[in-house]
Protein backbone atom coordinates (compact mmCIF):
# COMPACT_ATOMS: atom_id res chain seq x y z
CA UNK A 1 0.00 0.00 0.00
CA UNK A 2 1.40 3.47 -0.77
CA UNK A 3 1.35 6.13 1.91
CA UNK A 4 1.06 9.52 1.83
CA UNK A 5 1.19 12.79 3.53
CA UNK A 6 -2.21 14.90 3.10
CA UNK A 7 -2.58 17.52 5.34
CA UNK A 8 -6.14 18.34 4.23
CA UNK A 9 -8.73 15.59 4.78
CA UNK A 10 -10.98 16.69 2.20
CA UNK A 11 -8.20 16.05 -0.29
CA UNK A 12 -8.17 12.18 0.59
CA UNK A 13 -10.86 11.86 -1.66
CA UNK A 14 -8.64 12.75 -4.19
CA UNK A 15 -6.37 10.04 -3.98
CA UNK A 16 -8.42 6.92 -3.32
CA UNK A 17 -5.25 4.40 -3.52
CA UNK A 18 -3.38 6.47 -0.97
CA UNK A 19 -3.30 5.75 3.19
CA UNK A 20 -2.86 8.70 5.23
CA UNK A 21 0.18 8.89 8.01
CA UNK A 22 0.57 10.68 10.63
CA UNK A 23 2.92 13.68 10.03
CA UNK A 24 5.23 14.06 13.42
CA UNK A 25 6.67 17.52 14.00
CA UNK A 26 10.36 17.58 13.87
CA UNK A 27 10.64 19.44 17.27
CA UNK A 28 9.04 16.06 18.51
CA UNK A 29 11.61 13.65 17.05
CA UNK A 30 14.51 12.75 18.74
CA UNK A 31 17.87 14.18 17.87
CA UNK A 32 18.64 11.32 15.97
CA UNK A 33 16.24 11.08 13.75
CA UNK A 34 16.58 14.99 13.04
CA UNK A 35 20.19 14.73 12.30
CA UNK A 36 19.15 11.42 9.70
CA UNK A 37 16.69 14.10 8.30
CA UNK A 38 19.33 16.97 7.77
CA UNK A 39 21.66 14.68 6.35
CA UNK A 40 19.60 12.84 4.03
CA UNK A 41 18.80 16.66 2.78
CA UNK A 42 22.42 17.54 2.67
CA UNK A 43 22.74 14.59 0.12
CA UNK A 44 20.00 15.67 -1.94
CA UNK A 45 21.64 19.47 -2.57
CA UNK A 46 24.78 17.39 -3.36
CA UNK A 47 26.64 18.01 0.05
CA UNK A 48 28.37 15.20 2.00
CA UNK A 49 27.14 15.22 5.41
CA UNK A 50 30.26 15.30 7.16
CA UNK A 51 30.18 19.32 5.76
CA UNK A 52 28.80 20.18 9.29
CA UNK A 53 32.07 18.66 10.87
CA UNK A 54 34.73 20.05 8.76
CA UNK A 55 32.36 23.58 8.69
CA UNK A 56 33.16 23.82 5.08
CA UNK A 57 31.79 22.17 2.19
CA UNK A 58 33.02 18.64 1.22
CA UNK A 59 31.68 17.95 -2.07
CA UNK A 60 30.23 14.46 -3.06
CA UNK A 61 32.24 12.61 -5.64
CA UNK A 62 30.09 12.56 -9.36
CA UNK A 63 29.21 9.10 -9.10
CA UNK A 64 27.89 9.49 -5.36
CA UNK A 65 24.42 7.77 -4.38
CA UNK A 66 22.21 11.05 -4.36
CA UNK A 67 19.89 9.26 -1.94
CA UNK A 68 19.36 6.16 0.28
CA UNK A 69 17.85 3.87 -1.91
CA UNK A 70 19.24 5.50 -5.11
CA UNK A 71 22.62 3.79 -7.31
CA UNK A 72 25.95 5.17 -7.17
CA UNK A 73 28.79 4.89 -4.55
CA UNK A 74 28.46 5.39 -0.75
CA UNK A 75 30.92 5.46 2.17
CA UNK A 76 29.96 2.22 3.17
CA UNK A 77 31.43 1.08 0.35
CA UNK A 78 35.17 3.34 0.85
CA UNK A 79 38.19 2.30 2.56
CA UNK A 80 38.68 5.32 5.07
CA UNK A 81 35.34 4.27 6.67
CA UNK A 82 36.38 2.23 9.53
CA UNK A 83 35.10 1.29 13.06
CA UNK A 84 36.46 2.93 15.62
CA UNK A 85 36.04 1.22 19.04
CA UNK A 86 35.81 3.07 22.27
CA UNK A 87 35.00 1.03 25.78
CA UNK A 88 32.20 -1.20 24.67
CA UNK A 89 30.64 0.36 21.62
CA UNK A 90 31.87 0.85 17.75
CA UNK A 91 31.49 3.60 16.15
CA UNK A 92 31.69 4.57 12.07
CA UNK A 93 34.13 7.11 11.26
CA UNK A 94 36.06 8.30 8.24
CA UNK A 95 39.83 8.14 8.82
CA UNK A 96 40.62 9.95 5.95
CA UNK A 97 41.44 12.97 8.69
CA UNK A 98 42.27 12.97 11.94
CA UNK A 99 39.38 15.94 12.45
CA UNK A 100 36.77 13.21 11.58
CA UNK A 101 37.24 10.89 14.58
CA UNK A 102 36.06 13.17 17.02
CA UNK A 103 33.69 10.75 19.41
CA UNK A 104 30.45 13.18 18.47
CA UNK A 105 27.31 11.28 17.03
CA UNK A 106 27.82 14.35 14.49
CA UNK A 107 31.04 12.92 13.17
CA UNK A 108 29.86 9.10 12.71
CA UNK A 109 29.82 8.09 9.31
CA UNK A 110 26.94 6.07 7.91
CA UNK A 111 27.83 3.65 5.21
CA UNK A 112 24.12 4.40 3.19
CA UNK A 113 25.56 7.95 2.67
CA UNK A 114 26.80 9.01 -0.77
CA UNK A 115 30.58 9.04 -1.30
CA UNK A 116 32.46 12.38 -1.22
CA UNK A 117 34.76 13.49 -3.52
CA UNK A 118 37.77 11.86 -1.43
CA UNK A 119 36.12 8.27 -1.98
CA UNK A 120 38.25 5.14 -2.59
CA UNK A 121 37.45 1.70 -2.99
CA UNK A 122 37.84 -0.98 -0.46
CA UNK A 123 39.31 -3.80 -1.82
CA UNK A 124 36.74 -5.98 -1.35
CA UNK A 125 33.97 -3.91 -3.17
CA UNK A 126 33.56 -1.75 -5.91
CA UNK A 127 32.18 0.90 -3.67
CA UNK A 128 28.56 0.49 -3.23
CA UNK A 129 28.79 -0.41 0.27
CA UNK A 130 25.60 -0.40 2.15
S1 LIG B 1 36.61 9.57 2.51
FE1 LIG B 1 35.26 7.80 2.24
S2 LIG B 1 34.38 7.34 4.25
FE2 LIG B 1 35.26 9.39 4.31
S3 LIG B 1 33.52 10.72 3.88
FE3 LIG B 1 34.59 10.35 1.94
S4 LIG B 1 33.58 8.56 1.03
FE4 LIG B 1 32.94 8.67 3.17
Known amino acids: MTEAVIDDPDQLE ?4 LEPVEVIPES ?3 ADQ ?10 AMGV ?6 TRSSLLLHDDA ?3 KHGAGLRCGGCRFRQTVRYRDKSYPKCARSAELMSR ?3 SDVRAWWG ?3 YFEPRPDTRGEGA
Do not use: D, K, N, Y
Not at 14 to 17: D, E, I, R
Not at 38 to 43: E, K, N, S, T, V
Open 14 to 17: MFPG
Open 28 to 30: ELS
Open 34 to 43: RRTIRQARML
Open 48 to 53: HPLSSV
Open 65 to 67: ARE
Open 104 to 106: SAA
Open 115 to 117: ACR
